[in-house]
């Protein structure tokens, strides 16, 4: 499940959407590792 959030196809993205797609997955991994240590 990892896997998927921090590889989202890069051959069926924009540039700008692979950010964007990446800035998202690293934002739920955050909110995930505090909901952990909480």
Do not use: G
């Not at 989202?8 to 997955?25: E, F, K, M, V």
Request: charged share 30%.
């Amino acid at each position: 499940q990892i896997n998927a959030i921090f590889k989202p196809r890069r051959y069926r993205l924009t540039a700008n959407s692979y950010r964007h797609a990446r800035a998202d997955a690293f934002s739920l991994w955050d909110d995930y590792a505090r909901e952990m240590t909480a």
